[in-house]
């Protein structure tokens, strides 16, 4: 099932060291607490999927890795990250530029908006290896045609003169790749990147990147709210609520027995092949709870089928119930 | 591209091919072709006034005030062409020498506007704590009329082109800055900016790859339409006898100088207002016709 079947998480010390991470939009309706005190590691060659709804802070807590969110909106009030063992948010921003596309890189969702539509392939490519490795203009192109024979695009050196337009979307999301993974990076931050395309196309690009990961041994940080991807391409999975870790587990693990009830409202969710046509597809009742309030108890407790009154009071720590297998419930594993 | 494998394959047929191109593009875009047009002509002739008229400054009381005269408009010698002044001034050369003046101003402003309001409307857009400031001081200098400024820089010193051409820039420089920010204010915020910044591209970087091109279209037809509005105010203030001094043949002057005798002699004020007005519409023509062709939002054909 898992793509990857690499080093076991844990066993060396993490690439990739995130704890307590708080961060905070200001806005002018009040303070919104994106990510609550988020921790996780991501081992070397691992793959980590982060799952989650939208606007549970898994692409806020990709984006708090690199320092990439915008100033004056937004802070990390608290946590720290640690990137080989160097506190990345103690980091001035040059120091922080030459880790972003040089250590850590990232792929965003939009492969039809990420390019600039005015510079060829070959340029963007370029951009990355100009600025980390000092190659002048020659040497860089060639690297760029390397690039993109890497990520398999059919007469890559011809390809590097041509403008974004004359890409196909999952050519372009190769393109993404080839521009993320220039410069080798040890981990590779990838934000929904099949999201906005194809489902066969998607495949391709998944399969793609497992590839790749495994030829660079790079670790993965993979954010996506598709289940299906997680148990494609991860080993190890976290699953995100209102700015919180929930649950934590080796893939086969947490779709073998997931422990929370939000992760098995998810899995509920996906429709399936064979389920009948009569079968109403299983949704998770309610909305995310707004961020910007305080919330006393666990913040999945007004949607949770098995909700009693302590989960409304008190917040339930993140606690390991087997063995690599964490989740937040003050009654996890029970049946609903 | 098409061009490559065109001329590989009938190297023969290129000029042709060329020529069917022209036509094609003149039939899309007549008004970039017409004002194009227009204004190559104007500056020829504005080049070429030393060489193809009489000395603009040579006064003959005897030939004062004759009316045009278009035969043997090509005759060297002749200097009635378009008449004579109140002075015996051919008219013909005065034009063509203002045309010089009224190019260079128009020309000179408009880069200079647009060089000062890229920079600062780049900085602006970009570093927002920077904005807040310069914008405030935008306003402030958008608020004094061009003219009155012109007066006051020319009372103050003693006057000349490149202190008029200063005086005319300093009021359009803000547009410039606020089309510049705008334009800033919505690329930074395109997902290829985050891109180039995920990758460690430092800001100046940003700023020249990926900003500053998306800003060339509309700073192109921005700058046509401040070269148009600069001749204007040149024309003006001359006329006011806060411009060129008046022994320099400009439009303006010409203009100017002819009132008392406009009743008697109106090509005095015939000709170099139609050169005036000549130029003044090729180069909004041309403006209009780049404003379509590189706005693809405003296009109706493409």
Redesign the interface.
């Given at each position: 099932m898992s793509g990857l079947e690499t080093a076991p998480a844990a066993t060396a010390a993490p690439i990739l060291e995130v704890s307590d991470l708080r961060t905070h939009f200001f806005t002018r309706d009040g303070v919104t607490r994106a990510v609550d005190g988020v921790s996780f590691t991501v081992a070397p060659g691992e793959t980590l999927g982060i799952v989650g709804e939208s606007g549970c802070g898994k692409s806020v807590t990709a984006l708090s890795v690199?320092r990439?969110l915008p100033p004056?909106l937004s802070r990390i009030v608290g946590g720290s990250v640690r990137f080989e063992g160097q506190e990345l948010l103690a980091l001035d921003e040059?120091a922080m530029?030459?880790?972003?596309?040089?250590r850590i890189?990232?792929i965003?969702q939009?492969p039809m908006?990420?390019?600039?539509?005015?510079?060829t392939i070959g340029d963007q490519i370029a951009?990355?290896v100009t600025?980390?490795q000092g190659k002048n203009r020659a040497e860089a192109m060639r690297h760029a045609a390397e690039m993109l024979r890497l990520v398999r695009i059919p007469d890559a050196a011809k390809r590097t003169g041509d403008y974004p337009h004359q890409f196909s979307g999952g050519m372009r999301q190769r393109v993404?790749i080839a521009?993320?993974l220039s410069c080798s990076p040890r981990l590779l931050i990838a934000d929904e990147p099949t999201t906005a395309l194809d489902v066969t196309v998607q495949a391709q690009i998944l399969k793609l990147m497992v590839e790749l990961k495994q030829a660079t041994d790079a670790a993965v940080m993979l954010i996506t709210h598709d289940l299906g991807v997680i148990a494609e391409t991860c080993q190890r999975v976290i699953v995100m609520y209102a700015g919180q870790v929930v649950e934590q587990a080796e893939v086969v693990e947490l779709f073998d027995a997931p422990l929370h009830p939000y992760t098995r409202g998810l899995m509920a969710s996906i429709p399936r092949i064979g389920g009948g046509r009569k079968r109403r597809l299983a949704e998770i009742p309610g909305i995310v709870p707004d961020l910007r309030k305080p919330i006393a108890g666990c913040p999945f407790a007004p949607r949770c089928p098995m909700a009693r009154a302590r989960c409304r009071t008190e917040p339930p720590p993140l606690i390991e119930h087997r063995l690599g297998h964490l989740a937040a419930c003050w009654y996890a594993g029970e049946a609903a | 591209m098409a061009d490559g494998t065109l001329a590989e394959a009938a190297p023969a047929e290129r000029p042709q091919g060329a020529a069917l191109r022209f036509g094609t593009f003149a039939r899309r875009n007549p008004t970039i072709v017409i004002g194009a047009a227009m204004l190559c002509v104007m500056v020829i002739l504005a080049l070429l006034a030393p060489l193809i008229t009489n000395p603009p400054m040579h006064a003959a009381p005897v030939d004062r005030l004759k009316p045009p005269d278009l035969s043997n408009f090509f005759d060297p010698e002749k200097r009635d062409r378009f008449g004579t002044d109140n002075l015996g001034r051919d008219i013909f050369a005065r034009t063509l020498h203002g045309a010089r003046v009224s190019l260079l101003v128009g020309l000179t402003v408009a880069a200079f506007a647009t060089a000062v309001g890229l920079v600062i409307g780049l900085m602006a857009g970009y570093y927002?704590r920077f904005d807040a400031v310069v914008m405030r001081v935008m306003d402030g200098l958008m608020s004094i009329p061009s003219i009155l400024l012109a007066i006051a820089l020319i009372a103050l010193t003693r006057g000349g082109l490149f202190l008029l051409i200063i005086a005319i820039t300093v009021p359009e420089v803000p547009r410039v800055v606020r089309l510049v920010r705008s334009v800033v204010l919505t690329v930074r915020e395109?997902?290829?900016v985050?891109?180039?910044?995920?990758?460690?591209?430092?800001s100046r970087?940003i700023i020249i790859?990926?900003v500053l091109?998306?800003t060339v279209a509309p700073l192109i037809v921005q700058a046509t339409y401040i070269c148009a509005s600069a001749i204007l105010i040149e024309a003006g203030l001359s006329f006011l006898g806060a411009g060129v001094p008046p022994e320099i043949p400009t439009w303006g002057n010409m203009i100017a100088q002819s009132r008392l005798f406009f009743a008697r002699a109106p090509w005095l004020i015939f000709f170099p207002g139609a050169a005036l007005a000549l130029v003044v519409l090729a180069v909004n023509l041309l403006g209009d016709g780049l404003r379509d062709r590189l706005d693809p939002r405003l296009a109706r054909r493409m």
């Open positions: 690199l990439l004056r040059p530029r030459r880790i972003r596309g040089n890189a990232m965003f939009e908006t990420s390019l600039n539509p005015v510079l951009e990355a600025i980390h993404m521009m993320a | 927002r395109r997902p290829f985050d891109a180039a910044i995920s990758v460690g591209s430092p970087k790859r990926h091109p998306m």
